[in-house]
């Protein structure tokens, strides 16, 4: 046979996928806003911490896991749902990176190695910030952001629209999170100035610990003002003295009496006979082996949920609404600790009072008109389950009802975990909506600035002010965020071998997909040959070789190697970050003929197929 003689090749694609193109529009009406906005946070929960509430107290957990990092195996435990917001439509995961720090969260970096997660976390400070405000900021930093600025919070908002703004935790009133809601401080630890800020910002409901005038034990004391006091002197006098617009309480007699929905005040200032926490700081703290609920409980001290009960009794009186936010603040104080028993306590404390709020938009409101958001800021203490380690990876929980969950520590800081996330009512559709991104255990995820975002645009707008002025309001949407993924190949009638050489026509791969699309995987396009046949002489594809190449892309996919096409081969291959964008590709071909093959002019059909991951 002649070294020159033409062999021909006919090159088609194949792919079935399509998803359809996103583009930003003009929405044709103002969508459905709710009256009333409550975001109930468990301060330094992950998904371990929810869960180990739920061990202790039914012996079922929800979203157990073990991973094994050197593999990518999953292992799901079985997924019992016990807890009110464990049956909301909404359930996704939220990353909470601070603009310091790592500053970003990477699925396969997280479940690659065990200890990636435990450096360059966000504090509760920026975390409460992001919630509060739409805006990453720096760590140690309320209410500004990077560059020095003051940002607007949701509560500055809800108040300009009408609403009643109340903020209610189990730790001292100013703290982080709380304070990231309505105030601005470049120093978190800035407690008097937060305290003087917060008291003056016109909010109808403040609620937490902070007392100068009693310990974590529940018991009087001399009147504390200096180094690590939460409020200043003046301050207190005219608090507790009734010079502010609050009506100032603080025995668990008068917040019960209020959540009965007696004497309700206009605006309420509770300040719990205690000097740092509701419970968890009370004596028996080192006693981390024994059952919760073992060491005796403060007496004179409201639960959060009463402290719930009271702030919506108040709050509810505004016939335009109110925003709440209800934080489960010592949870984080028990991660720090890594005090297993505490962690429980204060876990169930916050499981209850999302219980309080859950039944009260049943008998007081509705779910047409009320959003409630169940979440958390971070993880703290690294939980996980028995044995895990670098080596081992992540193991999943396991405990029997009325006992201690079994559980090993890994930190005594934050960390990078990703936080399960709970919506249902008006507006969770849109939260639903920002949960593009994904990752491989966890599922979709949104980012903590999403939430500020969607609570400010639910909010609303304050109506125009001065005379003669007109508001004007455009609601812009993203459109379809679903994108698509498909295959195309330069037009070309054969191709033709010259001297057993020739050249694939490019093919070009288009990814416009989400994460949740794509669920966090890649494509794969590959190609395969039929045998070459020549009426009825013939010889196998295994005598066509390509070498793969990729022309340009702009996510970085990768050509495959060098292979015979007589079984599919890779073309190119990407991962979750390749893959977006557009690739074109290409590749050589070349034709060993064998030996024995009798002279003729061959043809052969080579496919490319994409393949999306799953």
Do not use: C
Request: proline share 4%; net charge negative; glycine share 10%.
């Amino acid at each position: 046979m002649s070294t020159t003689a033409r062999r021909l090749i006919a090159v088609t694609a194949a792919t079935g996928l399509a998803f359809g193109i996103a583009t930003p529009v003009l929405a044709e009406a103002t969508p459905t806003t709710p009256k009333n906005v409550i975001v109930m946070i468990s301060d330094g929960a992950g998904y371990n911490q929810f869960d180990a509430a739920s061990l202790y107290e039914s012996g079922t957990s929800y979203r157990q896991v073990a991973v094994d990092p050197s593999t990518g195996a999953i292992t799901l435990s079985a997924a019992t749902p016990t807890q009110v917001y464990e049956q909301f439509p909404v359930q996704v995961a939220q990353s909470h990176y601070s603009a310091s720090g790592r500053a970003g969260y990477t699925p396969e970096a997280a479940w690659g190695a065990f200890d990636w997660v435990a450096s360059g976390a966000t504090d509760s400070a920026a975390a409460a910030t992001a919630l509060g405000t739409g805006v990453k900021t720096n760590n140690g930093t309320i209410g500004i952001d990077p560059a020095g600025d003051k940002l607007l919070t949701v509560g500055e908002q809800a108040m300009a629209v009408g609403k009643k703004v109340g903020l209610v935790t189990s730790v001292p009133f100013n703290h982080a999170t709380p304070a990231g809601f309505i105030a601005h401080n470049a120093d978190r630890n800035d407690y008097h100035g937060l305290a003087t800020e917060m008291i003056d910002s016109g909010i109808d409901v403040v609620i937490g610990a902070g007392h100068p005038n009693y310990t974590d034990a529940n018991t009087s004391r001399a009147s504390h003002f200096g180094a690590g006091s939460w409020i200043s002197q003046p301050d207190f006098a005219r608090l507790s003295g009734g010079q502010t617009p609050f009506t100032y309480v603080d025995s668990k007699a008068q917040f019960e009496q209020i959540a009965a929905g007696n004497n309700v005040p206009d605006k309420l200032f509770g300040l719990a006979r205690v000097a740092e926490t509701f419970q968890y700081n009370r004596p028996g703290l080192s006693n981390n082996a024994v059952l919760p609920f073992t060491d005796r409980a403060n007496a004179d001290v409201p639960s959060l949920e009463t402290s719930t009960d009271a702030a919506l009794n108040v709050l509810a009186s505004d016939q335009d609404g109110f925003f709440l936010m209800v934080e489960g603040g010592a949870v984080d104080w028990a991660g720090h600790a890594n005090q297993t028993t505490r962690l429980v306590e204060e876990q169930l404390d916050f499981n209850a009072s999302v219980e309080a709020v859950t039944a009260w938009v049943e008998q007081n409101s509705n779910w047409n008109e009320t959003l409630v958001i169940v979440t958390a800021d971070h993880e703290t203490g690294y939980l996980a389950g028995p044995g895990a380690d670098a080596q081992t990876g992540w193991t999943a929980l396991t405990g029997t009802q009325g006992q201690l969950p079994n559980v090993s520590w890994h930190s005594g800081g934050h960390t990078n975990a990703l936080v399960p996330f709970f919506a249902k009512g008006a507006g969770s559709d849109q939260l639903a909506a920002r949960a593009d991104k994904w990752d491989a255990v966890r599922g979709a995820y949104l980012d903590n600035t999403a939430v500020g975002e969607i609570v400010f645009d639910l909010l609303g707008h304050a109506a125009a002010s001065g005379e003669n002025a007109v508001g004007v309001e455009a609601s812009v949407t993203s459109g379809d965020r679903s994108g698509a993924l498909s295959l195309s190949v330069a037009a070309s009638d054969r191709v033709v071998f010259e001297n057993a050489a020739a050249a694939l026509p490019q093919a070009t791969v288009t990814d416009s997909r989400s994460e949740v699309q794509s669920q966090g995987k890649g494509w794969t396009v590959s190609g395969s040959a039929t045998e070459f046949v020549a009426g009825n002489r013939t010889f196998g594809a295994e005598a066509l070789t390509w070498t793969p190449r990729v022309v340009s892309s702009q996510g970085g996919a990768a050509a495959g190697g060098v292979a015979t096409l007589q079984a599919p081969a890779t073309l190119a291959d990407s991962d979750r970050v390749t893959r977006v964008g557009t690739s074109v590709l290409d590749a050589s071909l070349a034709l060993s003929v064998p030996e024995d093959a009798k002279a003729g002019r061959y043809g052969s059909d080579l496919t490319l197929t994409l393949f999306a991951k799953d």
